[in-house]
């Protein structure tokens, strides 16, 4: 499990914002499980989702640069939780997966021109003897809004995105998953946008600075 409790460019736990963050939603007289229980709420909550701000830049996808700012996309926040995570003891990695997300906003849809999320990331955490997926992506706020449960996590069973809304309706479906990894796999990521979405990465208007977007509609 070497590979997994190591500090690495991405999840840079090593960073003292980083370990301040994990310090502070964890107790050293708490089990593994409890204390990784509690990071994934700190980080599921503590930072609004917000899928309209993508930083690229090998820099901005660390852990040590989303644990500063209030908000982030699914691939910065599953980056914090695994990096958390091993600085308490969890063995974590990262797994991506393409997703279907059936009512996404008029907004986001319109910017990607699909309802298609490419590359949406998960912690794995082993814990129990087994490995389970997590995915801290949607803030409670936001699910209210969308009217679906937020994801829970008891540190015993998987939390990924639910097939199904509140009232029945199909929220989300898995179209595609890429494996798991010890550290963000950087250039397959940015490879796998860029052939998604390549409209966004061709255009001025989305960017001032290279690799960082503005998803403004």
Same mark, same amino acid.
Request: hydrophobic residues 35%; neutral net charge; charged residues 25%.
């Given at each position: 499990? +070497?590979?997994?409790?190591?500090?690495?460019?991405?999840?840079?736990?090593?960073?003292?914002?980083?370990?301040?963050?994990?310090?502070?939603?964890?107790?050293?007289?708490?089990?593994?499980?409890?204390?990784?229980?509690?990071?994934?709420?700190?980080? /599921?909550?503590?930072? *609004? $989702?917000?899928? =309209?701000?993508?930083?690229?830049?090998?820099?901005?996808?660390?852990?040590?640069?989303?644990?500063?700012?209030?908000?982030? $996309?699914? !691939? &910065?926040?599953?980056?914090?939780?695994?990096?958390?995570?091993?600085?308490?003891?969890?063995?974590?990695? %990262?797994?991506?997966?393409?997703?279907?997300?059936?009512?996404? *906003?008029?907004? !986001? &849809?319109? !910017?990607?021109?699909? +309802?298609?999320?490419?590359?949406?990331?998960?912690? &794995?955490?082993?814990?129990?003897?087994?490995?389970?997926?997590?995915?801290?992506?949607?803030?409670? /706020?936001?699910?209210?809004?969308?009217?679906?449960?937020?994801?829970?996590?008891?540190? @015993?069973?998987? #939390?990924?995105?639910?097939?199904?809304?509140? @009232?029945?309706?199909?929220?989300?479906? =898995?179209?595609?998953?890429?494996?798991?990894?010890?550290?963000?796999?950087?250039? %397959?990521?940015?490879?796998?946008? /860029?052939?998604?979405?390549?409209?966004?990465?061709?255009? &001025?208007?989305?960017?001032?600075?290279?690799?960082?977007?503005?998803?403004? #509609?």
């Amino acid at each position: 499990m +070497n590979e997994y409790l190591k500090p690495t460019e991405f999840l840079d736990f090593d960073k003292p914002e980083v370990r301040e963050f994990a310090e502070r939603n964890s107790d050293k007289n708490k089990t593994a499980t409890e204390n990784a229980v509690s990071l994934y709420y700190a980080v /599921r909550d503590g930072f *609004t $989702y917000n899928p =309209y701000t993508l930083d690229l830049r090998r820099t901005g996808l660390r852990a040590s640069n989303l644990v500063v700012r209030k908000s982030g $996309y699914c !691939i &910065e926040k599953a980056i914090l939780l695994a990096a958390s995570a091993r600085f308490v003891g969890v063995p974590s990695r %990262l797994s991506f997966y393409n997703v279907k997300n059936h009512i996404a *906003t008029e907004r !986001i &849809e319109k !910017i990607l021109g699909t +309802n298609v999320l490419v590359f949406h990331g998960a912690a &794995e955490l082993f814990l129990g003897g087994r490995w389970l997926k997590t995915t801290p992506a949607f803030d409670r /706020r936001l699910c209210e809004k969308l009217n679906v449960a937020p994801l829970e996590f008891d540190g @015993t069973s998987d #939390s990924i995105f639910q097939q199904f809304d509140e @009232t029945g309706a199909v929220f989300m479906d =898995y179209l595609h998953e890429y494996g798991d990894f010890a550290d963000f796999p950087y250039e %397959l990521a940015l490879s796998e946008m /860029r052939k998604n979405y390549p409209h966004i990465f061709r255009s &001025e208007k989305y960017t001032k600075v290279p690799l960082v977007y503005e998803l403004k #509609s």
